[in-house]
């Protein structure tokens, strides 16, 4: 392939996909804990980062690390505190950091173009170093995502569980909002700083709409993470010639929006599936005939009800009683 001949494009797609892996990992304690949004305040946060790397003249990437990093760190002192809620502590973010990056800018005399390559990302133009770093902060982030995961997932679920399971509570907080600062500066060169968090989220939403345990959860949306990072670089440049950032950034949502409606019938039908709860049994209406003949292989799901079975089909539950059925 003509494509794998061009340097440029091979680093592109080797940091695409260290990306999508490394993002959803974070992304989905993030979505468990109810900071679907916590990505994006970093990523504004990693603005100012970038900025003192521009001014020093020192690599935005390192710089951006640290900022972000304390950013987080901030973030979980305050809502550890209760002196803020979530919402205003990261509002402070959004508005310091964006504001602090743009200001820093202009004093380093660097042109609003050249911040906007992290803003919204230039996959395409990243350097065979920034590539080494991409691919060892994801690395670190998956190593540590998905080997610590029983402990970050009991943190995330129910801290008070957590707590009297023995596990240091403030410490797995301060792991994961470190863990979602350095996935924000991985994603940094892909798909922007104003647009990371969408890649650390929407493959988590899409994963949860198809799965319904934690690990099924966390692998299906590194994979889908992958598939719209190699995807949207591909579409980018091979069909579209567009901006490979925001094209990723697409593609995933375009992933959910297919994934949405399978969801609501997933989810439904596991409803049905549940018995009924036996202290309020539900009332049966009597029906004379069946086109099914309903038994232990018959095909539909069969849910236990008090001292029988219903068979599930066609929306609707049956009871084979007698020479009857009855149907609720």
Do not use: K
Not at 9 to 25: C, E, H, N, S, Y
Not at 109 to 136: C, H, K, N, P
């Amino acid at each position: 392939m003509d494509i794998l001949t061009l340097d440029f494009m091979v680093r592109a797609m080797i940091a695409a996909v260290f990306t999508g892996l490394a993002a959803p990992v974070v992304g989905t304690y993030l979505v468990q804990r109810r900071l679907a949004l916590m990505g994006d305040g970093i990523g504004h946060v990693a603005v100012t980062g970038v900025a003192l790397g521009l001014l020093t003249g020192t690599s935005p990437t390192w710089t951006a690390i640290g900022v972000a990093i304390l950013g987080a760190i901030v973030i979980e002192v305050i809502r550890e505190q209760g002196h803020a809620n979530g919402d205003v502590a990261l509002a402070l973010l959004f508005y310091g950091g964006i504001a602090g990056g743009v200001l820093i800018t202009g004093v380093a005399g660097q042109s609003a173009a050249r911040l906007q390559e992290y803003l919204f990302g230039s996959i395409t133009t990243i350097s065979v170093t920034d590539v080494w770093v991409t691919m060892a902060l994801a690395a670190l982030v998956i190593l540590i995502g998905v080997g610590l995961s029983p402990q970050l997932f009991a943190v995330a679920q129910d801290q008070e569980f957590a707590q009297v399971a023995g596990l240091n509570i403030r410490f797995y907080n301060v792991l994961v909002a470190v863990l979602a600062a350095v996935s924000v500066t991985v994603a940094m060169r892909t798909v922007g700083l104003l647009l990371v968090s969408a890649l650390m989220i929407v493959p988590v939403a899409t994963a949860q709409q198809l799965t319904r345990s934690f690990r099924a959860t966390l692998l299906a949306s590194m994979l889908l993470g992958v598939t719209a990072s190699f995807g949207g670089l591909m579409f980018a440049a091979l069909v579209a010639d567009v901006p490979p950032g925001p094209t990723i950034v697409l593609l995933a949502l375009a992933c959910f929006l297919l994934t949405w409606p399978m969801g609501v019938l997933l989810r439904r039908r596991r409803r049905q599936g549940l018995p009924f709860a036996e202290l309020d049994p539900l009332a049966h209406d009597e029906i004379d005939e069946h086109p099914h003949e309903h038994g232990e292989n018959c095909g539909h799901p069969a849910v236990p009800h008090g001292d029988h079975v219903d068979y599930l089909h066609d929306g609707h539950r049956h009871a084979p009683h007698g020479i009857h059925y009855d149907e609720h």
